[in-house]
């Protein structure tokens, strides 16, 4: 009897069609296993830890320690986020000109790429002993920096669409890589911040200070200030620091490379002809579903990021809270990192649309709260919790979101292949352009208020602006960014309809495959 049963096993399992079962064998091949969503979220890593040292500490360092005049280190910070939103669609224009290779197509230009960001990064904050030029030494160097850096992160971003075929795994390996990308954030901010504040740098901030600001005495006071208070420790800790994260910045690349195998879709090993850059540009912008998603993300970002941007100076001039930013900020990052497998199991159940509502229109109250309430340090965390709630639904749902865009553009246009770098490079390009945009716009606010550079305190008018700008205008911006996502027209019924057209789309471009080998068997 036993042995009758185990006879008829294979029996059984011999009924199923070979379709089915080649089917069940593709699925399981497509799963990826738990180590290799974590090397492909390592991967992440890099652009967020640098991202986050030079956004919060590059400014500081100019004026501060390199000692780089205000208005030419206004000229190095917006320059160098220009040509940073310029290198990506470039960038992403030569990855499609790429042709296949041993190691895949985008995982050249990560192994390529990170030796030399490692050595531009570490001499952006290296302060050169020359009297003339250095302010091009800064400029050159940032802007080689983000070139390299984006060389790194563009193929990294359109990696989602190589790594498996299925939505769910993609999915996934994208909520492991949100969680890495936040605590990336925490890391970057920690590790500058740690190394950096054993130093202190001396706040010069009286008000015969500021009527001296223009003269010629006031800054020959603060570089005696800046001397006396061991300006050369300063340097060298900025530099330990760039060591440090360099350090890191290798780290994750090599473990992405050796953890992550980059696949091919079957459909393009037929076509192996060149890829048209601006005709699938064309066919890219006219495509509406990644139209509609990147106008929604583009206010979504201009919100937080005009709140990333001004909350440091409302918690310190408006709300009196000098002495607690970094641990307010390391709040909103620990939120941020710890709700990311929340939102991911939360699009799984309710599906993406639902998402975006809930996350990110749930900072809305609170950020209503914390300037209509007096100055209290317990509603300011409070703030600051439920702000990294939605930063970590800002930073899951669109890398989470475009796949989705993408698979809806291949059953549209089956025919055109290898235009995921530019679906990726253009949203990069757009959310680099929203962070030049809040720069600019909060900059000349705050000037127009009569902001006081390095003041103790701050003029009526300043807070008011702050207000508005960590409050008021994010409110708008999210409440917009959600009538436009009632737009985008891939809910979850649309979504299991083209993944399972694209499961018969590959499915017939394999058996097509596959009658052509056994045609060719039988003719050798």
Avoid at 405 to 410: G, L, M, P, R, S
């Amino acid at each position: 009897m036993a042995g009758g049963g185990g006879a008829e096993r294979p029996g059984a399992g011999g009924l199923l069609p070979p379709a089915l079962r080649q089917h069940r064998r593709r699925e399981s091949r497509e799963r990826l296993s738990v180590c290799s969503k974590l090397c492909y979220a390592v991967g992440g890593a890099p652009y967020q830890i640098t991202g986050c040292a030079l956004g919060f500490f590059l400014q500081i360092y100019l004026l501060d320690v390199a000692q780089v005049d205000a208005f030419y280190a206004s000229i190095i910070l917006f320059v160098g986020r220009v040509w940073d939103a310029i290198t990506d669609p470039m960038v992403g224009f030569f990855i499609s000109k790429t042709p296949w290779t041993r190691f895949g197509r985008l995982m050249p230009w990560i192994m390529f790429s990170t030796p030399f960001a490692i050595i531009s990064y570490f001499l952006i904050w290296y302060v050169p002993d020359i009297s003339t030029g250095q302010v091009m030494w800064y400029l050159v160097f940032y802007c080689a920096f983000q070139t390299l850096v984006t060389c790194f992160h563009v193929p990294y971003s359109a990696l989602t669409m190589f790594i498996s075929r299925e939505q769910s795994e993609r999915d996934s390996a994208t909520a492991y890589r949100m969680t890495v990308e936040v605590l990336g954030t925490v890391l970057g901010t920690a590790i500058q911040g740690q190394i950096v504040g054993k130093v202190d740098t001396p706040c010069v901030g009286s008000p015969f200070f500021f009527s001296l600001t223009n003269s010629s005495v006031a800054m020959e006071e603060l570089n005696m200030t800046h001397d006396t208070g061991g300006l050369t420790d300063t340097r060298n800790a900025y530099m330990i620091a760039a060591g440090v994260i360099g350090g890191l910045y290798v780290l994750c690349a090599f473990i992405l490379v050796l953890g992550v195998r980059e696949r091919r879709e079957s459909c393009e090993l037929q076509s192996d002809e060149p890829v048209s850059f601006f005709q699938g540009l064309k066919l890219v912008m006219n495509h509406r579903p990644y139209i509609k998603l990147i106008a929604g993300f583009l206010f979504t970002s201009l919100a937080f990021m005009l709140l990333e941007g001004n909350f440091a100076l409302f918690c310190t001039y408006t709300l009196g809270f000098r002495n607690e930013f970094q641990n307010i900020l390391l709040a909103i990052m620990l939120s941020a990192t710890l709700t990311i497998p929340f939102w991911q199991w939360f699009l799984t159940r309710f599906g993406k649309k639902s998402a975006v509502y809930v996350g990110i229109s749930s900072a809305i109250p609170f950020l209503i709260l914390v300037v209509l309430l007096d100055s209290n340090l317990f509603v300011t965390y409070l703030v600051a919790v439920a702000a990294g709630i939605s930063v970590a639904a800002a930073f899951l749902l669109p890398w989470s979101m475009l796949p989705d865009v993408i698979d809806d553009f291949k059953l549209q246009h089956p025919s055109s292949h290898g235009h995921e770098a530019i679906f990726f490079s253009f949203y990069v390009f757009f959310t680099k352009f929203t962070a030049g945009v809040s720069l600019g716009i909060s900059t000349l606010s705050l000037d127009f208020a009569g902001y006081q550079t390095r003041g103790c305190s701050q003029p009526g008018q300043v807070h008011f602006t702050l207000k508005m700008l960590v409050s008021a205008v994010p409110v708008g911006l999210i409440l917009l960014s959600l009538l436009l996502f009632k737009l985008y027209p891939i809910d979850e019924e649309k979504r299991s309809k083209n993944k399972k057209a694209l499961q018969d789309l590959r499915e017939e471009s394999n058996s097509s495959s596959e009658s052509d080998n056994t045609e060719l068997a039988s003719i050798v």
